[in-house]
């Protein structure tokens, strides 16, 4: 049987009307226009800053993040300094969840390096596992691209509706790990893959 390669198709955000037109800058009396240029940027960014000086936020925030020492030195620079934190996140997934949250995570860190490295502000990334949302059929399962698809991994015991998924027990998950392993193939270096795992 003869494979043939994957498609990789773009296409615009869409969304409702209110979010295109976001998103088109047509609804400047809600949403600031996207800065276009190093200046707007600089602009932009030096009002956020600002608005962060009123106030010490680092110290309520930092029992939330638990950063190691790299990233502790760098959210500090950024309160002592007045730069700006690169926020996104999303919930908590089976196994790490869609790669669509890995990739939130690099987008943000890359971001935070862009404007430290072009601007000269002081930058740091945070990323939130939003532990409190309570959408199981969301955060109950993964995909793993396999020979011939996509195979998904789901986990079987639900909890009561409404339940945060950071309260929300596992159950045995000793079967999806090996399936999760089994599809990971022979790996050079096993030890991210036992790190999601052990999560």
Known sequence: MLMTAPRVITEELGGSRLARDAQAGRLLEWYRPRPQSETQWRAYLREVADTGRAGSWLTPLL???QPDAQAADRVARVARDGGVVIST???????????????KALSARALADLIEQQLGMPTAPVFWAATDDADFDEASSTQLAVTGGVHTLRLAARPPVGTPMSAA????VATLRKELEE???????PSPLA???AA
Do not use: E, H, K, R
């Open 89 to 103: 996140g999303q919930q908590a997934g089976l196994f790490g969840g869609p790669l669509y949250t890995l990739n």
């Open 63 to 65: 029992p939330a993040l």
């Open 195 to 197: 790190a999601v795992i």
């Open 183 to 189: 599809a990971c193939g022979s790996l050079v270096d």
């Open 169 to 172: 027990p596992l159950g045995d």
